[in-house]
C-alpha cells in the first residue's frame, strides 16, 4: 500500500512537467555549470569578488523559477500582458531617476545590495505583450503591423536614452522575428529596416545608397497598397535617412561609436576603442586546437581582455579550451535554438508560439552578435552570451523566457486547464 501511495505520488508530481525537454533545461544548465569553471579560472587575475560562486547560486535560483513557470499554464500571461507591460515601463521610468550609472548607461536599479536591470526584464515584458497582440491580430495586415509597432516605440525609446544601445538592437530583432512568424510580408519588413540600411549606406556608397532607395521604392510599389503615395514615402524616407543617421549618431556617446565602427578596423585605435577586439583575437587565436588549458591563457590570466567575465567570457573560451571547445559551445546553442524553434512549430496556439519565436529571436541575435564581436564579426554592443556572461538579471530573464518556453511545450497537448 506505502509503495502503491508512493508511486501515485511520484505520477502526481511528475505528470505537472510530462511535457517538459528536459534537454532544453539540462543544456542551459551545462552551459552554466561550464561557466563557472571559466570564471574561477578568469577571476584569479582580477579581485576577490567570487564570480564563480555568485553565478552558480543564481544559475541554480534561476533554474527553480524556470521550473516553476514551466508548469504553470503560459495561456495566463495573455490575460496579463498589459499589466506586464506598464510595470516594464514603469521600471524604465524609474531607473531614468534613481538608477546607478554603470559603463556609461544609467541602467541599474539598486536594491538591497543587489542591482537589477530593468531593460533586461523588459525583452520578457515585450515578447508577451506582442505575442498576446499579434495573436489576436497577425501582421498581416497594416493595422497589426503598426499596433505592434507602436506597442515596441515606448520601452524602445526609453532604453535608447539611457543609453543602452545593445538592448536597443535587441529589442529590434525580437519585433522582427515576431512580426515575421505572424505573417508579416518580408518586403514589410525590408522596409522597416531599410532607413537604416539606408543611413550606412550613405556613408559608404552614395551610387549604392542611391540603388538602395530605387529598390526600396519598388518594395513598396509591390506590396503596400495606396502604391504611388507609399513609394513616394519610401522613396523619401531612404534618401533623407542619411541625415537623419547623422542626427542619431551624433546622440551616441564616443564610446559607442567607437564600439559600432572601430571592429572594422580595431588598429586605428589600439590602446583606447579597438584594444577589446584586438586582445581577444589574440586570445582566441592563442588557443589553436585544443587551448592553452585551464587556467594557463596568458592574455586571460594576465588580465589583457577588459569584461572577460561578462561580454567577452567566450574570448576564454578560445584561449583556453581552443577549437575544440569553441565548437562545443557553439553546438550546445545551436541546439538549444533548434529546439525552442520546434516548440514554436508545435505550440497549440498561436500566443505560445509567438512566445516561443520571441525568445528563439532574443537568444539567437545574443548568441550570434556576442561570439561576433569577439573573433571582429561584429561591433561591440555590450550584449551578453547567455547563460555564460557574469550577471544576475540576464542570467534571471534567460532562465524566465525558457521557463515560459518550456510551459508552452508542457502545455501543447492538454486542451483542458488543470494545475
Known amino acids: 500500500?506505502?509503495?502503491?501511495?508512493?508511486?501515485?505520488?511520484?505520477?502526481?508530481?511528475?505528470?505537472?512537467?510530462?511535457?517538459?525537454?528536459?534537454?532544453?533545461?539540462?543544456?542551459?544548465?551545462?552551459?552554466?555549470?561550464?561557466?563557472?569553471?571559466?570564471?574561477?579560472?578568469?577571476?584569479?587575475?582580477?579581485?576577490?569578488?567570487?564570480?564563480?560562486?555568485?553565478?552558480?547560486?543564481?544559475?541554480?535560483?534561476?533554474?527553480?523559477?524556470?521550473?516553476?513557470?514551466?508548469?504553470?499554464?503560459?495561456?495566463?500571461?495573455?490575460d496579463w500582458n498589459w499589466i506586464i507591460y506598464a510595470i516594464v515601463n514603469a521600471s524604465l521610468v524609474l531607473v531614468m531617476f534613481i538608477g546607478t550609472v554603470?559603463?556609461?548607461?544609467?541602467?541599474?536599479?539598486?536594491?538591497?545590495?543587489?542591482?537589477?536591470?530593468?531593460?533586461?526584464?523588459?525583452?520578457?515584458?515585450?515578447?508577451?505583450?506582442?505575442?498576446?497582440?499579434?495573436?489576436?491580430?497577425?501582421?498581416?495586415?497594416?493595422?497589426?503591423l503598426f499596433t505592434a509597432l507602436g506597442i515596441t516605440a515606448l520601452p524602445w525609446i526609453l532604453i535608447f536614452i539611457q543609453p543602452d544601445l545593445g538592448t536597443s538592437l535587441v529589442f529590434g530583432v525580437i519585433v522582427m522575428g515576431m512580426l515575421y512568424w505572424a505573417n508579416c510580408k518580408p518586403g514589410w519588413i525590408l522596409l522597416l529596416a531599410s532607413p537604416l540600411v539606408a543611413a550606412i549606406l550613405f556613408n559608404l556608397s552614395v551610387p549604392v545608397w542611391l540603388l538602395w532607395c530605387v529598390g526600396m521604392g519598388l518594395t513598396a510599389w509591390f506590396t503596400l497598397p495606396w502604391r504611388w503615395f507609399c513609394t513616394l514615402f519610401a522613396t523619401a524616407i531612404n534618401l533623407i535617412s542619411g541625415k537623419i543617421g547623422q542626427v542619431f549618431w551624433g546622440l551616441l556617446h564616443d564610446y559607442?561609436?567607437?564600439?559600432?565602427?572601430?571592429?572594422?578596423?580595431?588598429?586605428?585605435?589600439?590602446?583606447?576603442?579597438?584594444?577589446?577586439?584586438?586582445?581577444?583575437?589574440?586570445?582566441?587565436?592563442?588557443?589553436?586546437?585544443?587551448?592553452?588549458?585551464?587556467?594557463?591563457?596568458?592574455?586571460?590570466?594576465?588580465n589583457f581582455i577588459p569584461e572577460q567575465h561578462t561580454d567577452f567570457i567566450f574570448s576564454a573560451v578560445g584561449e583556453e579550451w581552443g577549437l575544440v571547445g569553441c565548437v562545443a559551445v557553439l553546438m550546445v546553442y545551436l541546439l538549444i535554438c533548434f529546439r525552442i524553434l520546434i516548440i514554436a512549430q508545435n505550440a497549440k496556439d498561436n500566443f505560445g508560439s509567438l512566445l516561443a519565436i520571441g525568445v528563439f529571436a532574443m537568444l539567437t541575435f545574443h548568441i550570434v552578435i556576442n561570439i561576433g564581436m569577439t573573433i571582429g564579426l561584429a561591433p561591440i554592443t555590450g550584449i551578453p552570451l547567455p547563460w555564460m556572461s557574469y550577471g544576475r538579471s540576464a542570467m534571471l530573464t534567460n532562465f524566465i523566457a525558457l521557463g515560459i518556453v518550456q510551459s508552452v511545450a508542457n502545455y501543447r497537448h492538454r486542451l483542458k486547464f488543470t494545475d
Open 1 to 78: 500500500m506505502l509503495n502503491f501511495q508512493a508511486q501515485r505520488n511520484w505520477r502526481s508530481l511528475t505528470s505537472s512537467w510530462q511535457g517538459v525537454d528536459w534537454l532544453l533545461f539540462l543544456l542551459p544548465t551545462l552551459l552554466v555549470l561550464f561557466s563557472c569553471v571559466l570564471l574561477n579560472s578568469v577571476q584569479r587575475s582580477m579581485d576577490d569578488f567570487h564570480y564563480d560562486i555568485n553565478h552558480l547560486i543564481m544559475g541554480a535560483i534561476s533554474l527553480g523559477v524556470a521550473l516553476w513557470i514551466s508548469r504553470k499554464r503560459y495561456e495566463v500571461l495573455q
Open 256 to 302: 559607442q561609436k567607437d564600439r559600432l565602427i572601430l571592429f572594422l578596423d580595431p588598429d586605428k585605435d589600439p590602446l583606447g576603442g579597438g584594444y577589446h577586439l584586438i586582445q581577444s583575437r589574440i586570445a582566441i587565436g592563442a588557443g589553436k586546437l585544443w587551448g592553452q588549458g585551464l587556467g594557463d591563457g596568458t592574455q586571460t590570466q594576465l
Open 102 to 144: 554603470g559603463s556609461g548607461a544609467q541602467s541599474w536599479i539598486g536594491i538591497g545590495g543587489f542591482y537589477i536591470q530593468p531593460s533586461e526584464f523588459a525583452k520578457v515584458g515585450l515578447i508577451i505583450t506582442l505575442a498576446a497582440q499579434l495573436s489576436r491580430r497577425d501582421a498581416s495586415s497594416l493595422g497589426g
